[in-house]
Nanobody
């Protein structure tokens, strides 16, 4: 059974850094076949597509709110996708979830839509506070 497990969340001061990990298991194809996305959600707000990566690292999308501060990468040998988050702001606080699906559409469309993904992890909490 396909599963995604996130880790790496926690409490960080403004300006600090965290690296989130998303480990995939049980998928029918090698992980590099899939588009992987990081999404975040705050209670009462819509889910936001933060960053997504296609089968290669040339195929990457970042939301305007995180571009230049966050970096997504993948290690297919470890079945893991990372989200390096630098320069964290209070508005970055949220539950971050990773998602995966076959690339039925381009990365930006999948990331800004969110509904294109069938597989989701449980999420990891990121808190930014002094």
């Amino acid at each position: 059974q396909a599963q995604l497990v996130e880790s790496g969340g926690g409490l960080v001061q403004p300006g600090g850094s965290l690296r989130l990990s998303c480990v995939a298991s049980g998928f029918g194809f090698p992980l590099n076949y899939y588009t992987i996305g990081w999404f975040r959600q705050v209670p009462g707000k819509e889910r936001e597509g933060v960053s997504c990566i296609g089968s290669t690292e040339r195929d990457i999308y970042y939301a305007d709110s995180v571009r230049g501060r966050f970096t997504i990468s993948r290690d297919n040998d470890k079945n893991t996708v990372y989200l390096q988050m630098n320069g964290l702001k209070s508005e970055d606080a949220a539950v971050y979830s990773c998602a995966a699906d076959l690339p039925l559409k381009d990365v930006q469309t999948m990331c800004t839509g969110g509904s294109e993904f069938d597989y989701w992890g449980q999420g990891t909490q990121v808190t930014v506070s002094s």
